[in-house]
C-alpha cells in the first residue's frame, strides 16, 4: 500500500482535522484496490480550500473536501461511493445590463410564479437554500456593460433512486447498498462497487452531471425569462472510474474560484497550469499518469472554525466519532457531528493562494459589487 500527498492546504486546524480523517478513507481505498487485485498505489492533492466535509455520512466513512484523488487505471472500473458525488456545481452567465430595481422586479416575480413545482429541471425550493447554495447577481470592471449571474446549486433527487436509476449517495438507497462492498476497521468503512455495477454507476453519475448542469442553465433563464451567455458551467462534486474530485472541477473549459465571505470578490480564470505543471514546483509528482496533464480548478470556498485554535484531535466511542478542538485561550469545544462546528467562510485568503498555485493567464475580477443573492 502506498498513498501519497500533495498538501497545498492553508493549515489551519480544519484542515488539520480534516488531514486526519481523510487519512482514514485514503487507506481504506488503498486496501479495497489492493484485495481486487488492482494497484493500491493513491494519490491525493489537498487543495487551499481543504477542510472538513459537512456531510455527516461521507466525514463518519473517512473523506474530507477540497480534494482530488487518483488511482491507477485498470479495465476493471472501481468506484468508491462513500465519496458521495451529487454532481453539484457552478454556472456563471453573461446578461445584459441591469439595474438593482428591474432585477428586484424580476425575482419577486419569478418567486411568485411557482417555478419550482412547474420547472422541468426538477430542482426543489431547498437545492437552493441547503447550506451555501445560491444564485447571485452581480458587476465586474470587466464586463461594464453586462451583469453577472451566478449559480451554485444541483437537484437534490439525483441522490435519490427511481425505477430507473440507484441513486448516487448509498445512504439514500438500499439498492446500491446491497451490490456495495465494504472494507475498513474500527476507524472508517469505505463501501465500492466494481466491475459492471460500477459501469452502471458511472453511467449514472455523468447522466446525472448533465441534468445538473442542465438545470443550472434553466433556473437563471426561467428567472431572467430570456437566454443567457454561458461563460462556465463546470462540476466540482465527481467521480471517474480511477478518480474523484470533491470541491474542485476536473478539466474544465474555464476556472471559477467563488468568493462567498464578506467583502470577498469572486474570480473567472482561464489557461492554468495542469496537474504535473503544479506539482512540479514542490518538486513531487503524479504517479498516476492518465491524469498527469489534466487541469483541477478548486473551487476556493474553504470553511475554517468560527474560532481561533490551536488544536484538534479525533477519537471513537462507541463507534461515534469525537471531534475535539481547542481554542487559543484553552477551551475545549467537543463535537460529535461536523455540521455542528461553527463555521466561517475564507474565500479571499483561500483564492489568493489558488491564484498563485494555478498560474493563469488570465484572471477577472467579478462581482466585485453584489446586485442581490437568494
Not at 497550469?273 to 489534466?294: P, T
Not at 470553511?303 to 466519532?321: D, M, P, R, Y
Not at 461553527?342 to 493562494?353: D, E
Request: charged content about 20%.
Amino acid at each position: 500500500m502506498s498513498i501519497r500527498i500533495h498538501d497545498y492546504s492553508c493549515g489551519d486546524i480544519l484542515s488539520k482535522l480534516a488531514y486526519r480523517r481523510m487519512w482514514s478513507g485514503l487507506q481504506n481505498l488503498s486496501w479495497a484496490l489492493e484485495k481486487e487485485g488492482l494497484d493500491p498505489n493513491v494519490d491525493a492533492i489537498y487543495w487551499p480550500e481543504f477542510s472538513i466535509t459537512r456531510n455527516r455520512n461521507r466525514w463518519n466513512e473517512g473523506f474530507s473536501y477540497g480534494a482530488f484523488v487518483c488511482w491507477n487505471p485498470t479495465e476493471t472500473p472501481f468506484v468508491p461511493i462513500s465519496i458521495r458525488p451529487n454532481a453539484c456545481g457552478t454556472l456563471i452567465a453573461l446578461i445584459p445590463r441591469i439595474s438593482y430595481s428591474e432585477l428586484l422586479e424580476i425575482i419577486v416575480s419569478w418567486k411568485n410564479s411557482a417555478y419550482f413545482e412547474k420547472s422541468h429541471t426538477k430542482l426543489a425550493p431547498n437545492d437552493l437554500s441547503h447550506r451555501n447554495h445560491f444564485v447571485a447577481f452581480g458587476s465586474s470592471p470587466s464586463f461594464s456593460r453586462n451583469t453577472l449571474a451566478i449559480v451554485h446549486t444541483c437537484p437534490s433527487y439525483l441522490k435519490k433512486p427511481d425505477s430507473t436509476r440507484f441513486g448516487l449517495y448509498p445512504n439514500k438507497t438500499s439498492q446500491l447498498n446491497s451490490i456495495a462492498k465494504i472494507i475498513g476497521d474500527k476507524n472508517a468503512i469505505l463501501r465500492y462497487i466494481i466491475g459492471d455495477e460500477a459501469n452502471l454507476y458511472l453511467k449514472e453519475f455523468f447522466e446525472a452531471e448533465e441534468i445538473s448542469k442542465y438545470s443550472r442553465v434553466g433556473l437563471i433563464e426561467s428567472i431572467l425569462g430570456q437566454k443567457v451567455k454561458i461563460l462556465a458551467n463546470e462540476t466540482h462534486q465527481g467521480i471517474g472510474s480511477n478518480y474523484f474530485y470533491l470541491g474542485c472541477s476536473l478539466d474544465p473549459t474555464s476556472g471559477i474560484i467563488l468568493g462567498n465571505d464578506e467583502g470577498a470578490p469572486s474570480y473567472f480564470i482561464t489557461d492554468f497550469l495542469s496537474l504535473k505543471q503544479i506539482l512540479r514546483k514542490s518538486d513531487s509528482a503524479l504517479r498516476i499518469a492518465d491524469v498527469a496533464n489534466s487541469r483541477v480548478c478548486p473551487h476556493g470556498l474553504g470553511v475554517a472554525w468560527a474560532f481561533e485554535g490551536t488544536s484538534e484531535s479525533i477519537q471513537l466511542s462507541n463507534k461515534t466519532i469525537i471531534i475535539k478542538l481547542t481554542t487559543t485561550s484553552g477551551i475545549e469545544h467537543v463535537y460529535t457531528n461536523p455540521v455542528h462546528i461553527p463555521i466561517r467562510y475564507r474565500s479571499g485568503q483561500i483564492a489568493k493562494k489558488t491564484i498563485d498555485l494555478l498560474e493563469p493567464k488570465q484572471q477577472i475580477t467579478i462581482f466585485g459589487d453584489f446586485i442581490c443573492k437568494l
